[in-house]
T-cell receptor, first 108, second 115 residues
Framework: DAKTTQPNSMESNEEEPVHLPCNHS???????IHWYRQLPSQGPEYVIH???SNVNNRMASLAIAEDRKSSTLILHRATLRDAAVYYC?????????FGKGITLSVRP | DGGITQSPKYLFRKEGQNVTLSCEQN?????MYWYRQDPGQGLRLIYY???????QKGDIAEGYSVSREKKESFPLTVTSAQKNPTAFYLC??????????????FGQGTRLTVV
């Protein structure tokens, strides 16, 4: 299975944009890129996913590199409620495998 | 409301006892998953099921068992063979067997403590 690599943590200021990177250099052509986030003591929630083109939804934007070996989750204006662990995962089959994710802290 | 429900939220058991964690969904989803999360760690896949009466081992299946007799239900049994059962357990479901671009929905988790 293709793996993803994320920094352990990142800090942001409230109301500023946040760019969360993810490397997936061994991605295959059929792998979808999914992002989830997990608030403390809760189950993860879906954020966004994409295959080749950049994607936008009400929560975030997903920018996918042209070679698909990396992607960036963009939160346009961070709020304190965005402080969470963000997971970047690849979906190539029915397995849904999570790594350790990146912990985002938001400063008031 | 549609959703995925795990019960109970907190569970205490004595060492050596088997314990079963409940996971029910009314989303009509085909696939269901069980994960374990330890403090400060990511999610590790225990078992998953793509369809009724079928399930596959994940990355850490030893000491656990599951059944999928109904589409709505995917109970997880933590057996006495699991050496470190104390953890946060999460259940998830997803629409569409074999479809890769559908999102997963998670329950709120069960925090199991074995003393």
């Amino acid at each position: 299975d293709a793996k993803t690599t994320q920094p352990n943590s990142m800090e942001s200021n409230e109301e500023e944009p946040v760019h969360l990177p993810c490397n997936h250099s061994t991605i295959s052509g059929t792998d979808y890129i999914h992002w989830y986030r997990q608030l403390p003591s809760q189950g993860p929630e879906y954020v966004i996913h994409g295959l080749t083109s950049n994607v936008n939804n009400r929560m975030a934007s997903l920018a996918i590199a042209e070679d698909r070996k990396s992607s960036t989750l963009i939160l346009h204006r961070a709020t304190l409620r965005d402080a969470a662990v963000y997971y970047c995962i690849l979906r190539a089959n029915s397995k849904l495998t999570f790594g350790k994710g990146i912990t985002l802290s938001v400063r008031p | 409301d549609g959703g995925i429900t795990q019960s109970p939220k907190y569970l205490f058991r004595k060492e050596g006892q088997n314990v079963t964690l409940s996971c029910e969904q009314n989303l009509n989803h085909d696939a269901m998953y069980w994960y374990r999360q330890d403090p400060g760690q990511g999610l590790r896949l225990i078992y998953y099921s793509q369809i009724v009466n079928d399930f596959q081992k994940g990355d850490i299946a030893e000491g656990y068992s599951v059944s999928r007799e109904k589409k709505e239900s995917f109970p997880l049994t933590v057996t006495s063979a699991q050496k470190n059962p104390t953890a946060f357990y999460l259940c998830a479901s997803r629409r569409g067997q074999g479809i890769l671009n559908t999102e997963a929905f998670f329950g709120q988790g069960t925090r199991l403590t074995v003393v």
